[in-house]
């Protein structure tokens, strides 16, 4: 592992003084060779991350996302030769999208050592998978053979821990909400209203209590963000981009975990693409490259929440008033990383240790194309 530089940086337009120390974090996961090229995965360990209040304050969880993949319009670039069309690639059919317990390590206070892995399981104890739900996208192995759609496979992006253990987890595919067990396996999966016909033969409980609006999500648009209320009763979520590509707004929902039942509706508005700034550096970005990739709860009916590009990340704290679909939600910028030099990309695992200490992790695509891991230990101070 790599440490790499501290930086100090103070931004008068938020009056906060940040300061960050990131390095990279590598856990190999394979070698896949084909006759053009050769690729060295490793495990993408950043979709989502989690701090349990109850933990040790350098204990955090993240979740992966459902393996190794190539867009088919990506092959020639990645593989050096044309797959397919459309659909994805995915080299490594049998990986089971799995969740992490880290530990900072006592001697870098970003670098990491995983205490434990634990897989998705369903309910017979078989490992999950990350192919394709039916009607999502088509499917493929790195030998170019179609893959079945897999009614047990997740997109997972997003995760919280009760303090008894227990996993929620945003799945893009459905777009759904994942309930599992201490040990990883899948006892429940919330779904939007008429979703469970296409599940049909799921190795786990399907419930079809979502609104049937989010079935419109934009194709690998789905939750990537997922919160906890601090008394564990209510969960937080929305999609990761609005139905319409060229809107800005989505709808932030809560359910009510015990009755199962959404309970809370407010509408977030993203900010417009010019104001990625690195972003912009090479071509101009356009409403659609704009998403959520994260919320995290940080007191009574406060949510930070995580909007970016690739190279700009933005944080925005909201207070969340009795719910309604009438006005956007007040948002207050806390960090823009368009201010801090040489921040990792891709950001989209936060987990919130308390107000002033944050752990940020990126999601590296599992190195498909090279890209490094990294753990951010983020403090912020009042000046």
């Not at 100090?8 to 337009?13: A, N």
């Not at 209203?193 to 789905?222: C, F, H, I, M, W």
């Not at 823009?336 to 107000?355: C, H």
């Not at 090279?370 to 000046?383: A, C, E, M």
Request: with cysteine; hydrophobic share 35%.
């Amino acid at each position: 592992m790599k440490k790499l530089a501290l930086f100090v940086v103070f931004i008068p337009s938020i009056a906060m003084a940040l300061t960050y120390n990131s390095s990279s974090f590598h856990e190999e996961l394979s070698t896949i060779t084909t006759p053009e090229k050769t690729l060295s995965l490793s495990v993408g360990i950043g979709s989502g991350a989690f701090h349990r209040q109850s933990d040790p304050a350098d204990v955090f969880y993240t979740v992966s996302d459902r393996g190794p993949n190539i867009d088919c319009g990506e092959s020639s670039k990645i593989l050096d030769l044309s797959y397919c069309s459309k659909g994805k690639i995915f080299p490594i059919p049998n990986f089971a999208p799995t969740i992490y317990r880290l530990q900072l390590s006592e001697n870098n206070k970003s670098s990491a050592k995983i205490l434990d892995k634990i897989p998705l399981k369903t309910q017979s104890g078989k490992l999950a998978s990350g192919i394709s739900n039916p009607n999502t996208e088509t499917a493929y192995d790195i030998n170019k053979n179609l893959l079945k759609d897999d009614v047990n496979g997740f997109d997972t992006e997003a995760l919280v821990v009760t303090r008894t253990g227990e996993f929620y987890l945003a799945d893009e595919y459905g777009p759904s909400i994942i309930y599992a067990d201490q040990t990883g396996v899948i006892k429940n999966r919330f779904v939007p209203k008429g979703v469970k016909s296409e599940l049909n033969g799921a190795d786990y409980t399907v419930t079809e209590n979502l609104p049937a609006e989010l079935r419109n999500r934009q194709l690998n648009r789905g939750f990537e963000s997922l919160a906890l209320s601090r008394d564990e009763k209510t969960l937080y979520f929305m999609l990761q981009s609005p139905y319409n590509p060229g809107s800005r707004t989505i709808t932030l929902y809560s359910m009510d975990i015990q009755s199962q039942t959404i309970n809370g509706q407010w509408l977030y508005e993203l900010d417009t693409p010019d104001t990625f700034v690195k972003d912009n550096t090479k071509k101009a970005r356009i409403q659609n490259d704009v998403k959520i990739s994260e919320i995290a709860t940080i007191g009574d009916n406060e949510l930070i929440v995580l909007e970016r590009i690739s190279k700009t990340t933005k944080f925005y704290k909201i207070k969340l008033e009795p719910n309604t679909t009438e006005k956007t939600v007040n948002k207050e910028l806390i960090v823009n990383t368009d201010d801090l030099d040489k921040f990792p990309t891709k950001i989209e695992g936060l987990a919130i240790i308390s107000p002033q200490e944050w752990i940020l992790v990126n999601d590296n695509d599992f190195a498909i194309e090279g890209d490094k891991t990294h753990i951010i230990r983020l403090s912020l101070q009042d000046k």
